[in-house]
């Protein structure tokens, strides 16, 4: 996808994830943002259950993981943002089982927090990436701190 500054001097290129709104989350090594309007991504694959990401990439990441596994049917749901995690409640518990794989972060455990108190339909999936601010780390860096800490005591 090209986008420019708005100036139309310099014209960018970014990878774009379409929203249900329209808009696009766009990505490229320099710039993380988003054109309007800015809202969830969602999957209907007719799923009893949910998987939920805050970012387009930890959903990528989680697919990539995945690609050569028989796998559960799910529907999947991208915040996009976290400002979207509780407008999007509704949704998520229209399904039987609700797996949460956000940040390792404050506020990715404060949603987290809300909706394990407020229904044990939520499953709190990010042991999988304990140490790691989210799944797309963990998939990005796992095994790099070894690697560090091994050559260190050479």
Known sequence: MEFTNGEKEKIFKAIGFKNNAGGYELRNEYFKGSSSP???????????????????????????????QQQLLTNFLVLNSTSFFERSLLLMEKHDTIHLYLDNDLTGKRCTELALKRSAKFKDESKLYKGYKDINDWMVNFGRQKEVKHSLHK
């Open 38 to 68: 800015k809202y969830i991504s969602y999957f209907n694959n007719k799923a009893d259950n949910v998987t939920v990401f805050e970012g387009f990439f930890d959903f990528m990441s989680y697919q990539s993981l995945h690609q050569n």
